[in-house]
């Protein structure tokens, strides 16, 4: 089966977005008020804090949105700003006790939609799918992005 650049470019953005409409809709059926957008920025703070650019980066937001979507998650208690002290004028971002609390019961939710996406994979099949969309991945970006 060939497939042209147009085709697999819209069935790449296909995919994304059915992930991304289908981890919101797991995430209300849970009773979670989240955003996939917030689901992504707790994801990325599970790792450990992180500045306000590298989650606007991760989230594919732009910086003023990504610290719009801050300022609803720090008003709920499930971050904090931090300053940064390698940079007076930069902040941290923390995830606080709560945030965690909630990250450990969420992140279920992303494992059930990665679950529904692969069913029918075997292990090599997924193994092999996520070998082949990070060498796309990869040949697409610049050296050193």
Known sequence: ??????????????????MWAQMERELAAAGYDLTFSQYVTLKELANGPAGVTELARVAQLHPGAMTRLLDRLEERGIVQRVADPADRRAWRIHMTEAGQSLWTNVSHCGHRVREQAMRGMSDDDRERLTTLLTQVRDNLTPSGS
């Open 1 to 18: 089966m060939s497939c042209s650049g147009s085709t697999l470019g819209l069935l790449f953005r296909q995919v994304r977005d059915a």
